[in-house]
């Protein structure tokens, strides 16, 4: 049966499916990756063990509370592992390696972010792959290449930010690089890794052959710093950190607003857009000082500028400001936090977030219904896709091997017997007596880890 | 034996982009092989060409650092495509494409006559990518904005920044970057899609949307646990710092339960080596009294040596590198990251080569980006099969 959609047309079937791919990934980089592919249609099994689930599994916990099976319960897994299956098998065993072998045979892609030596010692590099899939596709991702004197080089995203560059451009002006609490170089490597794979299949289409990618994250991330390196390579010019400025436009910053920790950010790019200013703020006085009156002199008396613009926007709230100005042609903006992104009227007219309802587990409490985001693209004329909750730990085994594979009920028996194949981390019962990863709502805004907590929180995003 | 084909090879893109995020996009394409024909306006061209600092030291828009990076092996043409007399000619090129790819606000093609409806009907395969600021659709789809702005509203700057000081962004147009990578996945994706039944398709690409997900993990606390996730720390934890070194700043990075014990030994420094610090919980409770021990102690080094050291003994540490560090970083080089490409105005420029590598089929940066208008007579009359007597006309109509 075709899906219709608006006008009667018929809705294209999503790019990817009947695609199939074994994600081996260790937490962001290849999982948000082969995420994206399941939401252009593909499906994922998710390979994890026992003895080593996703390090995203522990810690950030359904209503800060580590209870029943917790690293079923995280957010940070759970919200990039959504449209995903999982099959929990252990690779140091023999008959693990077997078993995903014969995986391969039946699927298209293979993706893993482990360190380089890693997959030669398990025998799993793509020469050995393309022994028994020939037109296999395999992507690893690591933070610094396959290949060079760095290979082997531990890597971890927070210092791969700093590797690639884009540290050295981050940071107040005059003051030292500032990281970000999250990696970003993590992310920027999951684009690359989805944009590869999508190309790997592309050239299969046409020439039937499979291929080997190797992505450093530095690499990938220094892409993003590529019109400075030009500028470098001509006349050595090193970018310095500007904070929120700009080179040559001004007002061009973040304003307090009234209420805790409430911002707006403004930039006006034009004469035309100063006057606008100038007269959504009323045509104070201020605005017709000389000092501000041609693009170069607002530049040059910025901090002055500024603390102008700062005395009007503390009596306002963000929003407020944002529409003022934007009614008026300025380019503003109310600084966004995790509540305000969820509560956002643009994002959910633009159906970006999707309510999902987790399959109640056996002896489990209830998960509920959580929100999770979509695709960062739009494509109207095809399929809805549906987002499905991430998978519990090994909860596909039993369908994989026995569906999939065609091994027996017995024999799946004596595989979870021996943990070859597995639903609970070994280390659980240890993890839950030493409650690491549980801090009271309260001391994280003390220590300013967070900035609010609201308890009501699921009545505001009308999920309980 | 290595095949010279690039994965996207035959891919025909018409790029009607301007700026970045739209070019990146382009450009990731044409580096994977993709034969991109870039349409700018007569005598102005991209913005970028004036908004780049110009790397020759002279205002110059054939010379702009940020044009040079984004526009590499495609071709460009001049049209205006608010002449009248240009329909004829941006018809041949529609007919011509497999995709388009433009980053006009929306709602402008449409009212130029060029909406998605009526150029399917020109050419009933077309993949459609437009990428704005917000989306296609939706309340902020016409507001205003610039990478600031993108920052704020994405949620990517709320948590950005040091505890005392204001949200903040990165350096340099990451947002556009993040963008033009989405966009090039969402089109090699309808391309993909296209082998099925060559019906094309519309993808809407938002800036916004496209980095949010780089707060993911942040965010998804709300959802949760009703936590509302902010900048750094009130006091850092020692994953959160970038530490000064004697000629730097470094990324200590410890995970979890790590071998203190080793680290105090490579360090040389018993201080180190005590219970309260030999855990997690004890060095986020005793952070302060670590960075401050940590401090005195990275002064003592070169960071590319203790970068090193730490490296051998497997602590996954990193460094701040510049823009000069990294066109001199040992691995970079030996991985043959940069090119170096010659330009008519710009002379020798380098830059990175493509985002990743692929055995069968390599990435490519073999052209400078192109001259305003460059490719007119390739483009107008070797592919689209136009006279040189129309091309005159055209010319003096102000078409192209």
């Keep these: 049966m075709s899906i219709k959609g608006a006008g009667g047309t018929e809705l294209k079937k999503p790019a990817l499916k009947g695609i199939r791919i074994l994600d081996l990934g260790v937490a962001v980089a290849v999982p948000v990756a082969t995420r994206n592919l399941a939401l252009f249609g593909a499906e994922v099994i998710r390979i994890e063990s026992a003895g080593r689930p996703d390090v995203t599994r522990f810690g950030s916990y359904a209503d800060n509370k580590m209870s029943g099976e917790f690293w079923n319960k995280s957010a940070r897994f759970n919200s990039i592992n959504t449209n995903k299956k999982s099959l929990a098998l252990d690779l140091s065993k023999p008959r693990g390696i077997e078993i995903f072998k014969e995986l391969v045979k039946k699927s298209d892609v293979v993706a893993e972010n482990w360190s380089p030596r890693v997959k030669r010692n398990l025998g799993l590099d793509w020469e050995s792959l393309a022994k028994i899939k020939p037109d296999i596709i395999m992507v690893s991702a690591s933070g610094y290449g396959d290949s060079g004197p760095w290979a082997d080089w531990a890597a971890w995203g927070l210092a791969v930010d700093a590797m690639t560059g884009l540290a050295h451009v981050t940071g107040y002006r005059g003051g030292p690089p500032v990281k970000m609490i999250a990696p970003v170089s993590d992310w920027i490597g999951a684009e690359y890794v989805t944009l590869s794979i999508l190309m790997a299949l592309e050239y299969r289409h046409h020439t039937g052959k499979g291929q080997w990618i190797d992505i450093s994250e530095m690499e990938a991330a220094a892409m993003h710093l590529g019109e400075a390196i030009v500028e470098h390579s001509v006349n050595g010019k090193e970018p310095m950190r500007m904070g929120n400025r700009h080179q040559f436009m001004a007002p061009h910053g973040c304003y307090r607003c009234k209420g805790n920790d409430r911002w707006v950010t403004i930039a006006v790019t034009s004469d035309k857009e100063w006057d606008a200013l100038s007269r959504a703020l009323g045509s104070p006085a201020w605005t017709k000082d000389e000092k501000f009156s041609s693009g170069p002199s607002r530049w040059h008396n910025q901090d002055e500028l500024d603390a102008h613009i700062e005395g009007w926007t503390m009596e306002h709230e963000n929003r407020e400001v944002m529409e003022l100005l934007q009614k008026a042609g300025v380019p503003a903006a109310a600084v966004l936090n995790s509540r305000d992104l969820h509560l956002d009227t643009h994002l959910n007219q633009r159906g970006y977030f999707h309510k999902v309802r987790h399959p109640q587990a056996a002896g489990n409490e209830d998960m509920g219904t959580r929100i999770y985001p979509g695709a960062a693209w739009k494509t109207p004329g095809a399929e809805p896709q549906e987002l499905s909750a991430a998978p519990r730990l090994g909860q596909d085994n039993r369908d994989i091997l026995v569906n999939l594979l065609g091994l027996s009920e017995d024999e799946v028996e004596k595989l979870a017997k021996e943990g070859v194949i597995g639903t609970k981390p070994t280390e659980a019962d240890r993890m839950a007596s030493s409650g690491w990863g549980v801090v009271p709502p309260a001391k994280q805004i003390e220590l300013g880890i967070i900035n609010e907590y609201d308890p009501d929180y699921k009545k505001n995003l009308g999920v309980g | ?400």
Excluded at chain 2, 223 to 250: C, F, H, I, N, W
Excluded at chain 2, 299 to 326: H, N, Y
Excluded at chain 2, 329 to 347: I, V
Excluded at chain 2, 351 to 356: D, E, G, L, Q, V
Aim: charged share 20%; proline share 6%; hydrophobic share 40%.
């Design chain 2, 1 to 400: 034996m290595i095949s010279e084909k690039g994965a996207l090879s035959g891919l025909k893109v018409l790029d009607l982009t301007h700026y970045v995020a739209g070019p990146y996009c382009t450009k990731l394409l044409a580096t994977y092989g993709a034969d991109v024909i870039k349409v700018e306006k007569p005598g102005t061209g991209d913005g970028a060409r004036l908004i780049g600092a110009p790397v020759n030291g002279q205002p110059d828009p054939e010379a702009s650092a940020l044009f040079l990076y984004l526009n590499t092996d495609k071709k460009s043409v001049t049209l205006d495509l608010k002449s009248s007399d240009s329909k004829e000619i941006l018809k041949r090129l529609v007919g011509w494409a497999d995709v388009l790819v433009e980053s006009f606000r929306p709602g402008y093609l449409q009212k130029l006559g060029l909406g998605y409806e009526y150029l399917k009907k020109l050419n009933p395969r077309l993949i459609m990518v437009s990428i704005s600021n917000f989306g296609a659709t939706g309340p902020y789809r016409d507001y205003r904005a610039t990478e600031l702005i993108e920052y704020a509203l994405s949620g990517i700057m709320y948590m950005l920044g040091t505890y005392e000081g204001s949200p903040l962004k990165h350096g340099l147009l990451q947002g556009q970057y993040f963008a033009g990578g989405y966009a090039a996945s969402a089109t090699v994706a309808a391309v993909y899609a296209n082998h099925e039944d060559n019906s094309g398709q519309f993808v809407d690409v938002s800036i916004m949307e496209s980095m949010m997900p780089i707060t993911n993990f942040l965010a998804a606390l709300y959802p949760y646990a009703g936590a509302v996730m902010r900048r750094l720390p009130k006091s850092p934890r020692l994953y959160e710092v970038l530490m000064k070194t004697a000629d730097g700043y470094l990324a200590p990075v410890f995970y979890g339960y790590t071998d203190w014990k080793s680290f105090s030994t490579m360090m040389n420094c018993p201080e180190l080596d005590v219970p309260k610090f030999d855990n997690p919980t004890g060095r986020d409770v005793n952070a302060q009294e670590l960075l401050d021990i940590l401090n005195r102690e990275f002064a003592k080094w070169k960071t590319r040596e203790l970068v090193s050291t730490a490296q051998a003994w497997r602590f996954p540490f990193g460094m701040v590198q510049t823009i000069q560090d990294l066109s001199t970083c040992e691995q970079l080089l030996a991985r043959e990251y940069f090119a170096t490409l010659t330009h008519p105005h710009a002379g020798k420029i380098t830059m990175p080569r493509a985002p990743f590598k692929m055995a069968a089929s390599p990435a490519r940066i073999e052209s400078p980006a192109p001259l305003l208008g460059q490719h007119n007579a390739v483009v107008y009359s070797g592919l689209l099969g136009f006279s040189g007597e129309d091309i005159v006309r055209l010319r003096n109509l102000g078409a192209i």
